[in-house]
């Protein structure tokens, strides 16, 4: 039984502001000044110690008299579930009925709903959902706890510490008396909130680590979850826009009489990113834009086409860039070395491509404020920016988080790009009627905010041994936070721990590594794409690995553990995976167009390991099989854990095989799924997910999942056929099969 | 003025014969669990069943409608759709769940017509429909465990 702090109901602290009721979120104005501390969001196993944080529980649960439980979500779900695991979190500690749990998004308010692991800034990216909250939600769902006893202590005049609490009941053995939570909550709510409830021993957890049934399966298998898109708000009116068609282009004039023809267009106004025709519906309002003639002005476009920028970075990288780790001699290493290898690992612009094209609606309410409905990932920033718009403070901006058909970073921008977008619109139509601004498929591809385009080029040098005597590597792409107004914070030296991050700080023993990088500055906006630099560090580090252990003669799996002495989390991943897949019979079976290929990879504190097997045929790849192991600390929910493996599996697999965005003098080529075709069902392969025991505070897994496929795949098809394939989408022309 | 009956309702919808289904059903009816994915017909989000056959309302012009019956995923009854919705939820196959509405309506169609499909019969039935999240090793499992509720 636990030990429970007796607190006498009747103390003068007690107030009426509560769980029960909720407590409206007193919004101030905030003053941008952001700092968002992504060195914490990339590392967050070593991040700060976030145990000290205060017991909230108004603000994250609230009771209603019917039981239900409501946990208050400060994140945004684009698929990955973190409403399951929040939820979990807090009703273990609570010892909730999980039958009764409910979840609601958070209202903005940087000062209670801010991500622990971002300063000030609510918002969800770096898989931190889980990490930020760990302790914060499970001190909210003890104090809840604890003032439920205290409530029934009261009325029934027992000690406190007699009272057991399981499945949202509330009971005394002693005196056979028992009480739902919803018959408490009322008289809970009075009490004050103990600043230091005692938290669960993880032996006494009866939903952390098991199976908790996603809260939203219902809602999104019969049509009534709403998605942003579905948002009918009274009278609104549709605004698509026309953009330049280059990057940086400006509109010069434009002829709206054939558009103003068009039924249903109510309006059509220039904003500064082009020229915003309003209809009645979504279908009118695309129509109405056909009619729309644009003259543009390319004065200050990006010009370039994607093999322009490429080959000027292999230029660029020829010449001495920013040191962003180094450690030892790697020039004099690979002097003396007796084998030297060299390798250029080259990336595509990606798009996000999430299913639910960006789009958001907002309106002026009566009292003069604003209120927006989106698929909000960066409340504050987007706060702020539609408050920059409209001339207003953020206090008078209500913002209303829905259900995101994906994301993968798009939703997250530091500009807050479309939400402010909207609010041009809504501006510029004098907010006659509420506007629900929507980008069609081909907006939302060919509109920028890309992974960036990216050049690695890796040299090293191995004594007779096989051992990695220098490592030498360059790399070059466009930075996502240089220009952003993170910059200050974020950018050190010139250099961007998000471009360099998974290489420059390689787990990999190596004594003498010097790692450079160039930022690009080509005038195409780039943007985190799920797992950020990972999606592209990994694959050079990892098939570089690969190509050295084949040089030394030395089995993948056994090379890279003798280089992981130091890393007993991703050594003890990729042991897992190598178990679970036969890698030691399978692998001697390589060859003949069949292979196993292993990766193993850290990203934001947690570990991945895969092994691919795959059959490569002429031209031709397929993924029979991924076993992956992952560490993530303690795993909340095992098996949201393990959709996200799969799922990750599932979004990169088409990245590694086919996707790329080209550019032909700056105007995007690919503009719909034709061209940038998604994973599909015929091309998934059998996934097995393995999650390591730990009891380490845990980490993320919306983006781990994503960086070790690629070198998984690019490895196996090297064991099936000896030929090497570096650069993704992987070059599967030449390929030849058995 | 054209007649729509949608989930075993008339409507009357006072719009462009030329409009497709999917923006009717969507701004005109309200019936948003269909989803706009891409407007061309290589996501399937937007898939309903006319007269019990699943198409893409993107591709459907209202004015070709006719009498036909429109069944949206709001609709959806009878045996094999609970089997199907009720494998999905056991399984917890969503993520974003933004497709699952058109995945769903294709996977009712292929389990109508074919109550026990091979690896092959999913992948033919289910190729067109685009899931952005990779949930397709759980749509697979889910098909064939409506399946076996059906058998």
């Given at each position: 039984m636990l030990k429970i702090r007796q607190t006498d109901p009747r103390s003068p602290r007690a107030t009426r502001r509560s769980f029960l009721a909720g407590g409206a979120a007193a919004t101030g104005a905030i003053v941008i000044g952001f700092r968002l501390d992504l060195k914490n969001t990339a590392r967050a196993a070593a991040?700060?110690?976030?145990?000290?944080v205060k017991a909230d529980p108004n603000a994250f649960v609230r009771i209603g008299a019917d039981d239900t439980v409501t946990v208050i979500i400060k994140h945004l779900d684009m698929g990955q579930g973190n409403t399951n695991g929040l939820a979990t979190i807090l009703a273990d500690e609570l010892d909730a009925d999980w039958s009764r749990v409910r979840t609601e998004f958070a209202p903005a308010d940087a000062a209670r709903y801010n991500n622990l692991l971002m300063g000030p800034i609510q918002g969800t990216g770096g898989s931190t959902a889980i990490a930020n909250s760990w302790f914060q939600l499970r001190k909210a769902g003890a104090a809840a706890r604890e003032m439920l006893v205290a409530a029934a202590a009261y009325q029934w005049k027992?000690?406190?510490?007699?009272i057991t609490v399981a499945n949202g009941v509330v009971r005394h053995a002693a005196s056979s008396r028992q009480a739902r939570f919803g018959e408490l909550a009322a008289s809970a709510a009075t009490l004050p909130v103990p600043q230091e409830p005692r938290l669960k021993d993880p032996s006494q957890w009866t939903l952390i680590g098991q199976r908790t049934p996603r809260l939203d399966s219902a809602a999104k298998t019969d049509g009534s979850a709403v998605y942003a898109l579905d948002i009918r708000r009274p009278g609104q009116v549709t605004a698509v826009v026309a953009r330049p068609p280059r990057f940086g282009g400006a509109v010069k004039s434009f002829d709206d009489t054939a558009t103003r023809k068009v039924?249903?267009?109510?309006d059509v106004v220039a904003i500064p990113s082009g020229v915003a025709v309003v209809a009645k519906d979504t279908w009118s309002a695309m129509k109405g834009r056909e009619a729309l003639k644009v003259v543009w002005d390319d004065g200050a476009a990006e010009t370039h086409s994607s093999d322009a920028i490429l080959a000027g970075y292999r230029e660029q990288a020829k010449r001495p860039g920013l040191v962003a780790s180094e450690r030892g001699d790697a020039e004099a290493g690979i002097k003396g070395a007796a084998k030297v290898l060299e390798a250029e690992f080259t990336f595509p612009y990606l798009a996000h491509a999430a299913l639910e094209p960006l789009n958001a609606t907002i309106e002026q309410a009566p009292d003069g404020g604003y209120d927006v409905y989106a698929g909000l990932q960066f409340q504050t920033i987007e706060q702020a920016a539609v408050a920059a718009v409209m001339g207003t403070t953020t206090d008078k901006v209500r913002l209303h988080t829905q259900w995101a058909g994906g994301s993968f970073g798009r939703r997250a921008t530091p500009t807050a790009d479309y939400i402010a977008e909207a609010a041009t619109i809504l501006k510029a139509t004098r907010a006659r009627a509420p506007v629900h601004l929507v980008w069609t498929r081909e907006d939302d591809m060919s509109g920028g905010y890309y992974r960036p385009t990216i050049y690695h080029k890796v040299r090293a040098g191995l004594d007779a041994k096989g051992g990695i005597v220098g490592w030498q590597h360059v790399m070059i792409g466009k930075s996502i936070m240089i220009g952003s107004p993170f910059e200050a914070m974020i950018v050190k030296n010139g250099i961007d721990s998000t471009t360099v991050e998974g290489a420059s700080d390689t787990a990999y023993a190596l004594p003498a590594y010097r790692f450079e990088v160039h930022n690009a500055r080509e005038g195409v906006p780039v943007l985190w794409w799920r797992s950020v630099g990972h999606s592209h560090t990994a694959q050079a580090m990892e098939v570089f690995i690969d190509e050295l252990a084949h040089a030394a003669d030395v089995d993948p799996l056994a090379y890279r553990l003798s280089l992981l002495t130091g890393a007993p989390r991703l050594s003890g991943v990729l042991k897992l995976a190598a178990e679970k897949a036969d890698w030691d019979a399978g692998s001697k079976a390589n060859g003949k167009g069949r292979g196993l290929g292993i990766a193993a990879h850290e990203s934001f504190g947690s570990y991945v390991a895969m092994v691919a097997d795959i059959t490569a045929e002429d031209a031709k790849v397929k993924v029979n099989r991924i076993v992956a192991a992952v560490d993530v600390?303690?795993?909340?929910?095992p098996d949201v854990i393990r959709a996200q493996v799969e799922g990750a599996v599932g979004f990169a697999l088409s990245s590694v095989l086919r996707n790329r965005i080209t550019l032909k003098d700056g105007v995007v080529q690919e503009k719909n799924f034709d061209t940038y075709e998604p994973t599909r069902m015929s091309e998934m392969p059998v996934v097995e997910v393995h999650i390591m025991p730990s009891s380490a505070a845990p980490t993320g897994i919306g983006e781990p999942g994503v960086p070790v496929l690629a070198p998984s795949i690019s490895n196996a098809i090297f064991a099936a056929t000896g030929q090497r394939l570096r650069s993704l989408p992987l070059d599967l022309a030449g390929l030849k099969g058995v | 003025m054209l007649n729509l009956t949608v989930n075993g309702v008339r409507h009357t919808v006072d719009a462009d014969p030329e409009m497709p289904l999917l923006w009717a059903l969507r701004d005109h009816l309200d019936k948003t669990g269909t989803k706009y994915g891409c407007g061309i017909a290589q996501c399937g989000a937007c898939t309903v069943h006319l007269d019990g056959q699943p198409v893409r309302s993107c591709q459907t012009r209202i004015g070709d409608v006719g009498e036909a019956k429109i069944t949206t995923i709001e609709g959806i009854s009878g045996r094999v759709a609970e089997a199907v919705q009720g494998a999905w939820r056991k399984l917890d196959v969503v993520q974003c769940g933004y497709c699952q509405s058109g995945q769903i309506m294709s996977a009712i169609g292929l389990l109508t017509d074919n109550p026990k499909p091979s690896e092959a019969d999913i992948d033919g039935a289910m190729d067109g429909n685009i899931c952005r999240c990779g949930t397709y090793q759980r749509i697979r499992a889910a098909i064939h465990e409506a399946a076996r509720t059906l058998a």
């Open positions: 991040g700060p110690d976030l145990s000290g027992v000690p406190a510490a007699e039924a249903g267009v109510v600390g303690v795993a909340v929910n | -």
